[in-house]
Structure formats: structure tokens, C-alpha cells
């Protein structure tokens, strides 16, 4: 079973960057990132497939945050740019193991906190 292991994160001031990246033990077909704040459900925040261009953006951070990949690596990135304090949370990143998978594959969550 693929295995995601994710870095990055931290403290930030409101209007900073952050880069968040998820390096996977193998291949997957699509992988992502999700976010849950306190007391709230997780929810979407972008996603991108292995094999294709094409990106996909939650409403709340479209224009705002961008996902990339590293083929040779494994790996997938989510740079964050003016950040709100409501971005504050737990970011997951998330894999798709295959088209015919669901998300089922979950790293451990790194903090982001977004605060003067």
C-alpha cells in the first residue's frame, strides 16, 4: 500500500506563503490535499492527477493556492499564498491509488496556523 509522508507547514502571518509537499512510496493515480479546522468537517482544498495536467481547486482558495507534482519524485506540492486566518488548519495530503479507488490513502496532517 502506498504510504504518504508530508512536510511543511507551520506559523504564518496573515497575507504570508507557505509550501506545503507529500512525497508517496509509489505511484498513484490522482493525489490531493485536504484541510480541517477545529470543530468543522475536512473538506477539499485542490487536487491533481498523475497522468494528466489538469487541476483541481476548492472555491476558498482558487487564485490563491497551487498544486504541482514532481513525477520523478513522487511527489506533490501546494504552495499557499496570501493566506487568511481561515486557513488555519490541519492539512492532509490524500492519494487516489488508482481510477477505479476512492480517496483512501491519508498522510499524517500538518499544522498550518495563520495568525498575526
Known amino acids: 500500500q502506498v504510504q504518504l509522508v508530508e512536510s511543511g507547514g507551520g506559523l504564518v502571518q496573515p497575507g504570508g506563503s507557505l509550501s506545503l509537499s507529500c512525497e508517496a512510496s509509489?505511484?498513484?493515480?490522482?493525489m490531493g490535499w485536504y484541510r480541517q479546522a477545529p470543530g468543522k468537517d475536512r473538506e477539499f482544498v485542490a487536487a491533481?492527477?498523475?497522468?494528466?495536467?489538469?487541476?483541481n481547486y476548492a472555491d476558498s482558495v482558487k487564485g490563491r493556492f497551487i498544486i504541482s507534482k514532481a513525477i520523478t519524485k513522487n511527489t506533490v506540492y501546494l504552495q499557499m499564498n496570501s493566506l487568511k486566518p481561515e486557513d488555519t488548519a490541519v492539512y492532509y495530503c490524500a492519494a487516489r491509488p488508482s481510477e477505479f479507488e476512492g480517496w483512501n490513502t491519508w498522510g499524517q496532517g500538518t499544522q498550518v496556523t495563520v495568525s498575526s
Open positions: 509509489g505511484r498513484t493515480f490522482r
Open positions: 491533481i492527477t498523475w497522468n494528466d495536467p489538469g487541476t
